[in-house]
């Protein structure tokens, strides 16, 4: 019951298909519903489908574009720490691995800077400083002679790590650099600090060993956002960068970020132990991403292709699927009217046999006993309304003459056929019927044009029964034509099943009105003499012989009536 | 035709008796017998020269009624009165011997000659 209930509030509510009938809007609401239905079925699972695989390739891209970003960075920035620290450590070395005595010699320091300069790259000059900061020796091609540096932070550092490597500076040459300072204490408490000046020449030639594409940024900045190097697009150096990279931290990380300008960017940037630099690496997404832009638009396409097919499909499927519905409902339509009709011509059919058989007798009694009065009073002697009387029961007999014809043919209709079925002629049946017809053709001058197919078929069919349909078919075109017209009569093969019979006149015609009503029992045209029968009872004789009649018919220029008859007997029509 | 008698079987009373007046009137012997049993009897006591016999007949039908009389072998002519829509009955009443058949409700000068034809028959 409940789901009866919510199956009728969906289909009125929801679905609004109207539930009865075969009204255009039905197939339409039909059409529509199952339209959207089909199309949500298809288009669902399909943009599902298409939106996961959409984030799960971003994702993807997105880590196989990371990962080399993030490895390129910390591969350089371990050449940065290399570089640095070997500097470190040769400059340690020698802090050490020389005397304050040996180092306090001019001639000595110089060597060591030239053997530097040719071993190394990047040296500049070396300084020695003793432990209160005042310059004791300097080979290179600046001189400060007397020079204190104990209240700059760098050589507290020095003092208290044993080691400082200085952020970039630019030197007297406008040239960049940084400076490298070791302490060294020896066994006899003589202390002392080796500086020595480096250019950041090779800084640059590591960036350029990236070998970044042109709209790419590599840049090394410090713990307070100053750049070390030039940077491409985030300022010059020693200027404050203007990239917003967090300072500060440990490992390598790759973010996406949005620069000044509006770039969306990938930024690795990678921390150094020591110095407190940090390796920035800015490439821009829609570079990254150009495959991810290729394969969206790509998928776009064959997203929007596939809706627009499936849509496509979807409405020529339901046209195709509405239509077989729409043909099969009027079938059962067509099938549920013509038993409907059947059913009313044989219930019909058995009250007109009772009636007729109840009035036959009376009517046969009437028309005696009228007769008998006749005859009585033609016999009788001469009064004065005896000829009054002989009208009088003249009139009452033709009268019951037509009263007998009505019930003949109420029984006729009635009648239980059962049809014996003999191979026949079908041209030799019409060329009997006409000839009961010749007199009144040949008396009113109408023209009979027989087309009789000579190769016709012989059919399984009942002689007295066709004789029956082919002479009220033939009245009846009598009746519609004027004198002088013309009734054509024509048979013909229609197929490997039926034959066709075609009866036309030119006669007075059919409105559309009264050819809907013309097989409906009692329906007659004929004012005072039809019985509406004459057709009822040719329909039910085609019918019950498995065959089926057409009318044509425009008023005023004539009508065919169109018989096809079963070559081969057939199941008839249950009822 | 003054001695010649009629007799008139059918279930409707009215139209035996106006069919056996009006034969009377043209000089023709009627009588009626509205069901099968009395126009055995009166066949049996008094045969007539001709019968008229309804086929549609309630208790006994007109076919055994014709069945019985052609057991008495009086070889007397028999003229069957049927409705439309009796063919088969009226085929076989034939078949058995009946002389011809007319449809009611039946013009009563063809009954007439009918009668006429039977008996020179």
């Known amino acids: ?575 | 035709m003054n001695d010649i008698s009629v007799l008139i079987v059918d279930d409707e009373e009215e139209l035996a008796a106006v069919i056996a007046e009006r034969l009377e009137f043209r000089g023709i012997k009627a009588q009626t017998a509205l069901d099968g049993e009395t126009a055995l009897r009166i066949i049996e006591s008094d045969p007539p020269n001709i019968v008229l016999l309804d086929l549609m007949m309630p208790g006994m039908s007109g076919l055994e009624i014709l069945k019985k009389i052609n057991s008495f072998k009086l070889n007397i002519p028999i003229i069957l009165l049927t409705g439309y829509g009796s063919k088969e009955m009226t085929l076989e009443g034939m078949n058995l011997g009946a002389f011809d058949y007319i449809m009611k409700p039946c013009d009563f000068d063809v009954l007439v000659t009918k009668i006429q034809e039977a008996l020179e028959d």
């Open chain 1, 1 to 575: 019951m409940k789901t009866k209930k919510i199956r009728e509030f969906v289909t009125k509510y929801i679905l609004r298909i109207p539930e009865e009938g075969t009204s255009p809007e039905r197939y339409k609401a039909l059409r529509r519903n199952i339209i959207i239905l089909m199309i949500l079925v298809t288009v669902i699972p399909l943009s599902l489908m298409a939106t996961i695989n959409y984030y799960q390739y971003q994702k993807n891209l997105r880590d196989e574009i990371i990962n080399p970003l993030n490895v390129l960075t910390n591969k350089t920035k371990r050449s940065f720490e290399l570089f640095l620290e070997e500097r470190l450590s040769t400059v340690r070395f020698i802090t050490s691995a020389y005397s304050y005595a040996e180092l306090s010699d001019e001639k000595v320091m110089n060597r060591i800077l030239g053997v530097l300069k040719k071993e190394f790259e990047g040296f500049v000059d070396l300084a020695l400083l003793d432990s209160d900061g005042n310059l004791v020796n300097y080979a290179g091609p600046y001189s400060f002679p007397g020079k204190n540096y104990s209240q700059q932070t760098w050589f507290q550092e020095v003092l208290i790590k044993g080691a400082h490597i200085s952020d970039v500076f630019l030197g007297y040459r406008k040239f960049p650099h940084i400076s490298i300072a070791t302490y060294n204490l020896s066994g006899d408490g003589q202390s002392w600090i080796l500086r020595s000046t480096i250019d950041t020449k090779k800084f640059d030639a590591l960036l350029a060993m990236m070998e970044l594409e042109p709209e790419c940024d590599a840049f090394l900045i410090n713990s307070k956002g100053i750049l070390q190097t030039n940077s491409r697009f985030y300022g010059r150096i020693l200027e404050t960068c203007s990239l917003p990279v967090p300072l500060g931290g440990h490992g390598t990380y790759v973010s996406e970020i949005e620069d000044r300008e509006g770039r969306e960017i990938f930024v690795a940037y990678s921390y150094f132990f020591e110095p407190d630099f940090t390796l920035v690496v800015a490439k821009p997404s829609s570079l990254i991403l150009k495959t991810w832009f290729t394969f969206r638009t790509e998928i776009f396409f064959i997203y929007t292709a596939s809706v627009l097919l499936i849509i496509l499909l979807v409405y020529k499927l339901t046209d195709v699927q509405v239509s077989h519905i729409k043909e099969a409902d009027e079938k059962r339509e067509l099938a549920f009217r013509e038993l409907e009709h059947s059913q009313k011509l044989s219930s019909i059919g058995r009250l007109a046999a009772g009636v007729a058989h109840e009035i036959n007798n009376p009517l046969a009694i009437i028309s005696q006993k009228a007769g008998f009065m006749k005859d009585l009073i033609t016999s009788g002697s001469d009064f004065k309304e005896k000829p009054k009387f002989i009208e009088l029961t003249d009139s009452i007999l033709k009268s019951t003459d037509r009263c007998s014809t009505i019930t003949h043919r109420l029984l006729g209709f009635a009648r239980r056929m059962e049809i014996e079925y003999e191979d026949l002629d079908l041209n030799d049946v019409l060329k009997e019927v006409i000839s009961f017809l010749e007199k009144e053709a040949l008396h009113r001058n109408i023209n009979i044009d027989l087309k009789l197919d000579d190769n016709l078929e012989r059919i399984s069919s009942d002689r007295g029964q066709l004789q029956q349909v082919f002479l009220n078919i033939l009245s009846n075109a009598f009746a519609a034509v004027e004198d002088n017209g013309n009734i054509l009569i024509q048979t013909k093969d229609e197929d490997d099943e039926k034959v066709g019979v075609y009866i036309k006149d030119d006669g007075c015609g059919m409105s559309e009105k009264d050819l809907e009503n013309i097989f409906e029992p009692f329906f007659t045209t004929k004012k005072g003499y039809g019985t509406g029968l004459g057709l009822p009872i040719t329909y039910g004789i085609i019918k019950k012989m498995g065959g089926s009649i057409k009318v044509e018919s425009q008023l005023g220029k004539g009508s065919t009536f169109m018989i096809f008859l079963p070559k081969f007997r057939k199941k008839m029509l249950e009822v």
